[in-house]
């Protein structure tokens, strides 16, 4: 108990000396150390410590982006811990000097939305995380029900809100991946919740104390003309600029349709100053109108450059999850042979294209292809066909569900083990379905879907019958 006591003696002494020494040596007192070793910020150092002593090493660990967002979220700590020492030594201000007394604080949490700015990066969401949960910082400037804002324990919970959304995303994207990300979302909860509430609960539940003795906050200069320029003279009165301005509202000049109702109620000639039409001026009478198109605005209008509003060219795997291939045009030989199970495939604004898939994927949509075909091995849930005009899918293994949707002209070529799925279609003409003839190496049988329905009320309900055309 006493080598305790001694410790924190021999420590408030070096502070005394170095304060001293900072005032050039004269000792201050009720100064920076009264206020730095009571009780409340004491508590804030041991909060900083066990808090967000776990953030701090699992950022180390991950480095990067992470490490550097996770040293301002340090610096915003340390910012408000010294907003709350000087709190202890500063009288209320007003709103003017409250906005200039947490500039410092405000600063640090623009470093850290700059950094969720710009180009996506791969720590997107530990960025949006650590920056949006700054904002329970704030919570010190509640000076009353009047500001608008809550009471300081609910200002933290709800500002954790904002960051707990993309806290969670990491949470899951490296549930089973890396321990140290998962390490890192769950010890930032914590510096909030409960670390930074529970702090605000004990000491400051009714928001920060502010002293009655200390000094007043300045607030933001404003800026003044100088000295020697002297203020311009006030304006004179509007009536000293024109004569029209000192008229009453009924002696001006009326404008818009007001004018017309004027002119008309005045009893004056309305058409008096109209131009009068001759024979010659009329459109059936004038040699220089014909109904022949020029060829030069023909040949103009032909001859004027299009520009296509397609993307580039793909054909990549996105995320190791999903095979994109976008803005394919005359290419014969897409292929597509390093994919698995858990894999999708998603088409999209291809033209007069061949694309083969080997081997067994997840999902396959086709959408907004033109003369598209598709040559597929097997697919575990379904294949969609969506926006599309004139596209021939073949399935050379096994299919569950196929769809096709507002799709104008559509081969279907199934192979044996293919034709127990369930094909369904909607706002869709011109399907086709080919499937094995019934004796081995056989011609291909077509059957055609059909695309008109008869819908009749019969005993209470709608019955629904495709339309059935015969040669007799």
């Known amino acids: 108990m006493e080598e305790k006591l001694i410790e924190r003696l021999e420590s408030a002494v070096v502070r005394l000396e170095a304060l001293s020494l900072r005032s050039g040596g004269v000792a201050v007192s009720g100064g920076d150390d009264s206020a730095a070793t009571d009780p409340s910020i004491v508590a804030f150092d041991d909060f900083i410590g066990t808090c967000f002593g776990r953030v701090s090493s699992a950022a180390e660990k991950i480095g990067g982006q992470v490490l550097e967002v996770t040293r301002i979220l340090e610096q915003a700590l340390n910012v408000q811990k010294e907003l709350l020492i000087k709190i202890k030594q500063t009288r209320k201000p007003d709103l003017a000097g409250l906005a200039e007394f947490l500039k410092p604080l405000n600063e640090v949490v623009m470093k850290a939305n700059a950094m969720t700015e710009g180009r996506r990066s791969d720590f997107f969401n530990h960025l949006k995380a650590a920056a949006d949960?700054?904002?329970?910082?704030?919570?010190?400037?509640y000076t009353g029900k009047e500001c608008g804002m809550s009471m300081p324990i609910a200002h933290v919970e709800e500002s954790w809100q904002m960051a707990e959304f993309y806290c969670n995303k990491i949470l899951v994207q490296y549930k089973s991946k890396d321990p140290n990300h998962v390490e890192w979302a769950k010890a930032l909860k914590d510096l909030y919740l409960p670390g930074l509430r529970d702090y605000v609960k004990s000491h400051y539940p009714l928001g920060p104390v502010w002293s009655t003795t200390g000094k007043s906050t300045a607030s933001a200069p404003s800026k003044a003309p100088a000295p020697s320029a002297p203020a311009p003279p006030p304006p004179p009165p509007a009536s000293f600029f024109s004569s029209e301005s000192s008229q009453p509202s009924s002696s001006k000049p009326k404008e818009g349709m007001a004018a017309v109702f004027q002119e008309i109620s005045s009893g004056k000639s309305v058409t008096a100053g109209l131009k009068k039409v001759t024979n010659d001026m009329k459109a059936k009478n004038r040699s220089d109108r014909t109904g022949i198109v020029a060829v030069a605005a023909k040949e103009g209008r032909?001859?004027?450059?299009?520009?296509?509003k397609a993307g580039p060219p793909k054909l990549e795997l996105q995320m190791g999850r999903k095979w994109a291939v976008e803005n394919q045009i005359g290419k014969k030989n897409l292929v597509i042979d390093d994919c698995d199970a858990k894999q999708s495939v998603y088409i999209f604004g291809c033209k007069d294209s061949v694309l083969h898939i080997q081997g067994k994927v997840n999902n396959i949509t086709i959408d907004k292809c033109t003369k598209m075909g598709v040559v597929f091995t097997d697919v575990v849930a379904a294949c969609e066909i969506v926006n599309c005009?004139?596209?021939?899918?073949?399935?050379?293994?096994?299919?569950?569900?196929?769809?096709?949707?507002?799709?104008?002209?559509?081969?279907?070529?199934?192979?044996?083990?293919?034709?127990?799925?369930?094909?369904?279609?909607?706002?869709?003409?011109?399907?086709?379905?080919?499937?094995?003839?019934?004796?081995p190496g056989g011609d291909l049988v077509e059957h055609a879907l059909p695309q008109q329905f008869i819908h009749a009320f019969k005993d209470g309900q709608f019955e629904t019958t495709p339309v059935s055309h015969s040669g007799g």
């Open 389 to 439: 005009n004139g596209v021939e899918v073949q399935c050379q293994g096994s299919a569950p569900t196929i769809s096709v949707d507002n799709t104008g002209g559509c081969q279907l070529y199934l192979s044996k083990d293919s034709l127990g799925a369930s094909i369904t279609t909607a706002k869709s003409s011109e399907i086709n379905v080919l499937v094995p003839g019934a004796e």
């Open 133 to 141: 949960s700054l904002a329970a910082l704030f919570w010190i400037a």
């Open 302 to 308: 032909a001859g004027a450059p299009s520009f296509s």
